[in-house]
């Protein structure tokens, strides 16, 4: 199993980021893919997750019209555009896999099914 993540950096308020999430060793159909994130302090939090089987998505009530979460099955990976960035949302940020999303959330992520995580840093 593998996840693989690419596209952070540090970019100033009111930025755009497109984070990329490349999987491997498991199928889209049995996981829901996201993304978490965590900043210095602080617990770890989903961002944003989706079903690929059928295109429900879930988003932390602060990412709500700035993110966006895709997947492209053919490729095995999914992207979190995010725009309008701000200095809260300073985190590392990791791929991960869940057994289900709902109305209510992202389920709890499956133990060893993320991946080592990219740094997105934005400035005042």
């Known amino acids: 199993v593998q996840l693989v993540e690419s596209g952070g950096g540090s970019v100033q308020a009111g930025g755009s980021l497109r984070l990329t999430c490349v999987v491997s060793?498991?199928?889209?159909?049995?996981?829901?893919i996201g993304w978490l994130r965590q900043a210095p302090g602080k617990e770890r939090e989903w961002v944003s997750c989706?079903?690929?089987?059928?295109?429900?998505?879930h988003y932390k009530d602060s990412v709500k019209g700035r993110f966006t979460i895709s997947s492209d099955r053919a490729k095995s990976t999914v992207y979190l555009q995010m725009t309008n960035l701000k200095h809260e949302d300073t985190a590392k940020y990791y791929c991960?896999?869940?057994?289900?999303?709902?109305?209510?959330?992202?389920?709890?992520?499956?133990?060893?099914?993320w991946g080592q995580g990219t740094q997105v840093t934005v400035s005042a």
């Open positions: 060793g498991f199928s889209f159909d049995d996981y829901v």
């Open positions: 991960a896999a869940s057994f289900f999303v709902n109305e209510h959330g992202c389920g709890p992520p499956r133990s060893g099914y």
């Open positions: 989706i079903s690929d089987t059928d295109g429900f998505t």
